[in-house]
């Protein structure tokens, strides 16, 4: 709960930053194409628009594949698809590892006991095999993908709410609130999830970045929706023509890599602004 | 009053922390100051009189990044130690002059036994070889009254109570004879009955080696019972130095006595009846980025006047033998 | 001492087997949960399955049984370690993985070296070093290299030195037709480990590298480096007697965690480079539909997790002699 | 003192468990608290008195015992049913820092006890929180800044305006004045006594510091190891300390005197305080006590009337013949 008056300072504390300015920037680079990919490549990503294994900076800005589609648009659109990956993923998360870490680590006892051998769990099963047996199983629709990646990433998120909780818990002013006969779900909500919601807002923007490269790999492994093109997709049917065409896989590569690259940065910024202490 | 040559002799120091790029402002200020073989200088003040960073820059422990000695000379028994580099620093840390810090808790390696901490000084400045050394250490162990020494000193940190783990500290301190000891506030972490320990230990010690102590700390109970003489700090520079029988007789800077009547005294009131409320201070001490030119405790003061915000008062002896820096202390004192 | 340690590794070891059982369930329910009947699921969506396959599958998994019976029966198979038949490949599954085992092994054994070695390396130096050419430059490769999709480096890897300067095999384990043991072997093998680990390892690097400089520079930071530097120590005293072991601990807890990320990263190498590990094996199974045997594969891993788990608590009681004393990580 | 106690402890015990066992934090202890007076409570670390505190105003939950405030037993009351009560039972802290939260204004802070307990309406509750904040003396437009902005001292005075808020009768000082400096210390220390005087609040005033409680309180008991070794008024306890541990610690305090006026007989005493997980049998200071008796580790001693209003758990003092 960033009070009004913080909010533009915090942008402003970021954008100060070199690092928070170069990854804002590349960010919003991002967010237009993706905005924009139906205006500027209204003739959509799988169209074959000309002759195949055109290479790029010519005729077609990044060149074209196999089939003679355009990689610039299939850039635009897999644009999309990460960063909706990345946010609702990263929402999922965000909130399933508040509610579980934030209760853990508030009531302790044997809700703490439970919820924190659920996460183990989850933090043992090999998280990307798991994302591919769910999957797999389950077929691979967009909602499945972004399904899979929160169910496995989410336990890291619990436990460290619940260490941030615990510990925002033992100070003192939340024994005042207890000896002034305030409600547990009151003292959770208005008095200690402020206090967290640096972190949370911290580690969710690096998770952004993590639910974007595991698309990126399930589509690669060819575990994407048929009919979504994707940057990891395009990447593995790349693959076959790695002889040939470089630019068929590196292009997509570097659009991953920029992107995850540009929320990093700002994940570093945030921490810098929220944390102070982390800085020096 | 002391007639023995001083081991340690402070002249004008002055440290500055950086404010900006090219600006920096003073932590401690034209401080002059010395300390005799046997003998304990207490520096006394409250949280933010720089007398932690007096301390620190005595050894030059300061981040050389945001701070610097600007001025001033540390002659340690005739050699200025102000101005050596920091490789021939080291040899003077731990040997010639050692710290104890604080914390007892945080202070020690947690990962390294502590017979093997106290060794590693030994061996850093008299290159004995390491069977020497652990021999040497387990023998401190014992001086500074750890039970076991030779148990003990296969420890680790964790192993060990706050008084015991501030005891290993005095033995790191200690392990060279250095000349000179520097404890910052030794005692504020540990228990009334250890930090009476403690604080004895330090005294015999002293005796024995023949070193003069530098007692920092903001308790001035520990100064009455601990120390000969005491210096004053307010806003990074002295403002009184005296012996330890004048001073608690009738401190003459009106901040040293206003300091001195905040203190709660539980024996006056039961043997004098009532209770009168303590002697506050008002207002807050000035950030020391921001000080104007005369003295810094004139806004808090009740006896200032004009020239005191305009004039920055020197140190001049009184006729009690006081060294006070106020430009009123002669007046109606 | 050495009780006590045997003592909390074993403690960490027997925590892992619920979490084990729990994978076995979820394992279960898991084909259930799939759209449709769960024999034709686990026989793919392809013409491929046979009758004979489907009657195997039904059999083996007792699907008209009661669902606590074929619980019951699965339960009992894995105890003997039975996974099942693969029809893809002809052989028993247990028997597919275990023979894909030490070419995974091998390939994360390294790639942890690698990346654990060099990020305590390059982290401590930027630290050190902080506010220094050196230490910017190590840092701006990190956060890189910590934004590169692991099989995209692969694949440049290849395009770079294995298609253009043909320095090192693009995918397999060993050359086909070469000597099958001995030094030559090794070397072959060698050769063809080089560009995958370096593929695995270097995220992972980065990951360390970031980790191990903020808690190198937290580390010089507290009290106990400055009773080491008021004992008039060197500064290279200080950073290697002092603070480095120190700065380890938290880059060895991430390491722990991360070894069942870099099994998932490890499939995608594999992948990448054809190495005939578990991961590889995966991907077959994915691409020709094989879940039994995927769910195999997964099953495994996750004992592999919490087997690498407990190397990792020894080592970690080997550097901190407060778990190793107290047993246990918060004391 | 008025007949009926404001509140009344018997037989209270609390034991936190840690993975390295069960910490005797307070253990079978008595205790009146007057209406109107200051009870010091003083001890070293792990003596069990800030664990006591908290357990009296039930922010740690009783293994045992009874806790009585006003004739009712409070010691079993669900959180429902303890609220109404919590209104006269408050507690300040030790650090200022701490004990206020970051991310709140002093108006919002200031504003939870009147708006859990339903004192005035949203419209006069500004009203009120100003003028809380003067009575702690400070300028009421300190009610829109954050913790952050304000120093030790000042934080303190918010922390002890929240805890007066509704005019409690009881009010735990948990070591309120051991962060912060002498000169700030004594401003907190006239402020709390002032407020004493203005709305008759009952103090236990919890304290490692003598100094500080020997200056404030009426009656001072003295904690170690988790139990109640002596417990005394004032001017009893300070001139004739009965208990080897009370005379110890009295002989540390170290006075700002000049040496020569300075009483100079201390009673130095040995050794660690041993573990409040394992303490020593029979009587707990016997380890450390200088006049220790075979029958002190045979026996734990009770604490008895002891002539004066003081009570002591010692067998040198008591005689042996109260061995129960």
Known sequence: MLSNSAKPTLLRKILSTPTGAIGMALLTTVILLALFASVLFPEGPFEMVGAPFRPPFGEYLFGTDMLGRDIAAGIAYGARISLLVGAVATLVIVLLGTVVGGLAGYYGGWIDTAAMRVTEFFQTIPTFIGAIVIVAVLGPTLPNIIGAIAVVSWAPLARLVRAEVRSVKGREFVEACLSLGMGDMRILVVQILPNVLSTIVVAGSLMVATAILFEAGLSFLGLGDPNIMTWGFMIGAGRSAIRTAWWMVTIPGIAVLLTVLAINLIGDALNEALNPRAKR | MNASKPILDVRGLRTEFRKSRKTWFPVVNDVDFHVSAGETLAIVGESGCGKSMLAHSLLQLLPKRISRLAAGDIWLEGRNIAKLSEEQMRAVRGKDISMVFQEPMTSLNPLMKVGQQIAESIIEHEGCSHDEARRRSVALMDLVGIPEPAVRAGQYPFELSGGMRQRIVIAIALACRPKVLIADEPTTALDVTIQAQVLELIDRLKTEIGMGVILITHDLGVVAEWAQRVMVMYAGRKVEEADVETFFSGPKHPYSAALLASVPRPDAIINGGRVEPLTEITGTVPPMDQLGPGCSFADRCERSADICLAQQPQIEMLSNGARVACLRAGENA | MWFANAKYVLGRVLHGIPIILAIVVVNFFLIRLAPGDAAQVLAGESGAATAEYMRQIREQFGLDQPLWLQFVNYMKNLLVFDLGFSFRHNREISELIMDRLGATALLMGTSMVLSIGFGILLGAIAAVRDRTLLSHVIMILAIVTYATPLFWVGLMLIIVFALNLGWFPTSGIATIGAPVDGFEYAIDVAHHLVLPAIALSFFYMALYTRLMRASMLETLGQDFIKTARAKGLSSSNIVFRHALRNAIIPVLTMAGVQVSAMLGGSVIIESVFGWPGLGLLAYEALFSRDLNLLLGIFFLSSILVVLTNAIVDVIYTLVDPRIRLNGGRHA | ?324
């Open chain 4, 1 to 324: 003192m008025s007949e009926h106690p404001l509140l009344t402890v018997r037989n209270l015990v609390k034991y936190h468990h840690t993975p390295n066992g069960r910490v005797h934090a307070v253990d079978h202890i008595d205790l009146d608290l007057h209406r109107g007076e200051t009870l010091g409570l003083v001890g070293e670390s792990g003596c069990g008195k800030s664990t006591l505190g908290r357990t009296l105003i039930r922010l740690h939950e009783p293994d045992s015992g009874e806790i009585i405030h006003h004739g009712t037993d409070i010691t079993h009351l669900s959180r429902a049913q303890m609220r109404p009560f919590r209104r006269n039972l408050q507690i300040v802290f030790q650090d200022p820092f701490a004990s206020l939260n970051p991310r709140r204004t002093i108006r919002q802070i200031l504003s939870e006890p009147f708006s859990i307990h339903g004192v005035g309406s949203r419209i006069e509750q500004p009203s009120m929180v100003e003028l809380l904040i003067a009575k702690v003396g400070l300028h009421p437009s300190f009610a829109d800044r954050f913790p952050h902005e304000l120093s030790g001292g000042q934080r303190q005075r918010i922390a002890i305006a929240r805890a007066i808020a509704l005019e409690p009768s009881t009010v735990i000082c948990d070591e309120p004045v051991s962060a912060l400096d002498v000169s700030v210390q004594a401003q907190i220390i006239n402020l709390l006594r002032r407020l004493q005087d203005d709305i008759g609040v009952s103090y236990i005033f919890i304290s490692h510091d003598l100094s500080v409680i020997g200056y404030l309180a009426d009656r001072i008991a003295v904690m170690y190891l988790g139990e109640i070794v002596e417990i005394a008024p004032k001017a009893q306890l300070w001139n004739t300390p009965l208990h080897p541990y009370t005379q110890a610690l009295f002989s540390a305090i170290a006075v700002p005197e000049p040496p020569s006026v300075a009483r100079n007989n201390r009673v130095g005493i040995k050794g660690d305080i041993p573990s409040p997980i394992n303490p020593p049998g029979g009587c707990r200071f016997r380890t450390r006590c200088p006049v220790a008796m075979p029958i002190c580790s045979e026996a734990s001693p009770k604490l008895l009337e002891a002539g004066g209003g003081a009570k002591v758990a010692c067998h040198l003092v008591n005689g042996t013949n109260t061995v129960s």
